[in-house]
């Protein structure tokens, strides 16, 4: 599987790739499930190359380490997933 900080380099620099619509699934440990977040709505890299800043549709700001991303869809196909954790 493709490191996610790959998979986010490939959309932000192929443009054949990157010219879909991308949504990202990370986990919010608070509300303790998955949220998913255009990736228009993403800013990777702004603070820390291995964090992104989320800003949720009601406003929301939120900076999220890029392991917690456990999803990336593509025009509404799930491309990448993590792998589930044995905890």
């Known amino acids: 599987m493709i490191p996610i900080h790959r998979l ?5 620099w ?6 879909a619509e991308f949504v990202i699934g990370y986990y919010d440990r608070v509300k303790r499930c998955i949220v998913r977040v ?3 709505a993403v800013e ?4 820390d190359p ?3 800043t989320a800003v949720e ?10 392991h917690r991303i ?3 869809y593509r025009d509404g196909e799930l491309i990448w997933q993590r792998p589930a954790r044995d905890d």
Request: net charge negative.
């Open 50 to 52: 291995s964090s992104f």
């Open 38 to 40: 255009p990736l228009g």
């Open 8 to 12: 986010l380099q490939r959309v932000r």
């Open 57 to 66: 549709a009601d406003g929301s700001v939120h900076d999220v380490p890029l």
């Open 70 to 72: 456990r999803e990336v």
């Open 44 to 47: 990777v890299g702004a603070h």
């Open 14 to 19: 192929d443009p054949e790739f990157g010219r």
